[in-house]
């Protein structure tokens, strides 16, 4: 199970690292920007994983809980974490805009719309053709006169 977990914290950060990279040079950032945005998708990123674990481990123990109390309890810190966990993208909309300005910001969320729509297909359907794929033509007939 521990390496499971590392492949997919391995994983997770290469998908992160690309992320950052990608959407870094199509917004032609600086260098001091990429720090900023790079610090900021980082950061966003360490606490959407916490408060995911987080709801995870919450309905866990709720299914274990023997009292209404301490459901009502679980339940409580359940709500909190998911508003916590939806404030992000607020966050992330907030922090993107004082860096980028308007027009990059909604470029950024063009590019994260696509990325984040490619990855979806891809893990949907792996073996499914690439968008911008060519299909391969069948060899030319020749034609003798």
């Known amino acids: 199970m521990f390496s499971f977990s590392a492949q997919a914290l391995e994983k997770k950060n290469q998908f992160e690292e690309l992320f950052i990279w990608k959407t870094s040079e199509e917004l032609k950032l600086t260098t001091q920007e990429e720090k900023k945005f790079t610090d900021i998708i980082k950061n966003l990123n360490k606490k959407k994983s916490d408060l995911s674990l987080a709801l995870h481990e919450s309905v866990d123990k709720m299914a274990l809980v023997k009292t209404a ?70 060899a030319p007939k020749v034609i003798v006169e």
Do not use: C, H, M, W
């Open 69 to 138: 109390k301490q459901r009502s309890d679980e339940l409580a810190k359940y709500r909190k974490n998911l508003t916590n966990y939806n404030r992000i993208a607020e966050e992330e909309f907030d922090g993107l805009r004082v860096l980028l300005g308007g027009d990059r910001l909604v470029q950024y969320l063009k590019i994260k719309q696509d990325l984040t729509g490619r990855i979806k297909s891809l893990l949907a359907n792996p073996e499914a053709p690439k968008l911008n794929e060519k299909k391969s033509l069948p």
